[in-house]
DNA sequence: CTGTGTGCAAACTCTTTGCATAAGT
DNA sequence: ACTTATGCAAAGAGTTTGCACACAG
């Protein structure tokens, strides 16, 4: 059983055997394009991506993966737990490295999404689930618009 | 004057002459299929519609338009703030009825919207934009799920 | 009459699927 | 070997577009 070093600092730079062992303790066998998109996707920091996005940037880096597989494998991510779906305007889905509690910005005019940077936002008081009903998660999208000069 | 009265007996808030004005009033010819999607959307209070959901509507309630029309109607009324559209999950877009500053539940299991009583969410602590640019709105979306039996 | 709106079908974008082949253990 | 993952191309959903005809003003 290899020894997976327990030292992941929340986001940043995985090495190849954490990501290997990433993989194995959510249940997903760590393939070649497993491995290397994991790597794309948790190599540079909290990142937003779509999975055309993801896709062009693998071939780009000489990865050569299928669309396909990168949609397959993006939701076998975050049915483990490793990427969150964003829900933010768009025809588009993003998928966030980043799968602590938190809200988003989304640029309007080019269809980014980032951060709130954590404690900037307070979601006030919540709302009681309409009978029937339990709350699964509560969204903030912050829309902005770039200041025209 | 054109005469192709069909039935239409909506318990509406708004009627056929306030419709016509409204279009009007926003630069949009009060065509036979506008108006008839305005009643359509209009008269039952507010709603939270997809394109497809309208046209079917529409179609069983023997208004025949096209679902491009029907698309292309809802952008108008969007434009011109009759209208707003609603970035819940899921892959269709809605439109919302009511454009006031309000927020949405959304129900997972069957990609139903719906308001939350007003009054009942308090977003607190609104984030500062990032330099150069500002905030065009907030949406709060709160997520809920069928309880299981 | 003049210009805008509409309907239709085809095109487009994003995403999913079926099945033969390749790869992991 | 046995099983699961991948690639490909085709299909699917939702939305858009281009153009001839219809309608409102």
Redesign the pocket.
């Known amino acids: 059983m290899t020894q997976i070093e327990k030292h992941h600092h929340q986001h940043g730079e995985r090495s190849r055997p954490e990501i290997r062992g990433m993989l ?1 303790q959510s249940g ?7 491995i290397a998109l994991a790597e794309l996707l948790y190599s540079k920091g909290n990142r937003h991506i ?3 996005g993801l896709h062009e940037e693998a071939l780009t880096k000489n990865v ?6 990168v ?3 993006l ?2 991510f975050t049915e483990s737990g490793l990427l969150r779906e964003v829900a933010v305007d768009g ?3 993003y998928f966030d490295t980043n799968v602590d509690d938190h809200h988003h910005f989304f640029v309007e005019d080019d269809n980014e999404v980032m951060d709130i940077p954590h404690g900037q936002l307070g979601v006030g008081r919540v709302p009681e689930a309409p009978a029937g009903y339990e709350i699964s998660r509560v969204d903030v999208v912050v829309r902005l618009r770039r200041i025209k000069v």
């Open positions: 194995r997903l066998r760590p393939t070649r394009q497993r779509s999975a055309e050569p993966v299928s669309l396909a597989t949609y397959n494998t939701h076998q025809s588009k889905t």
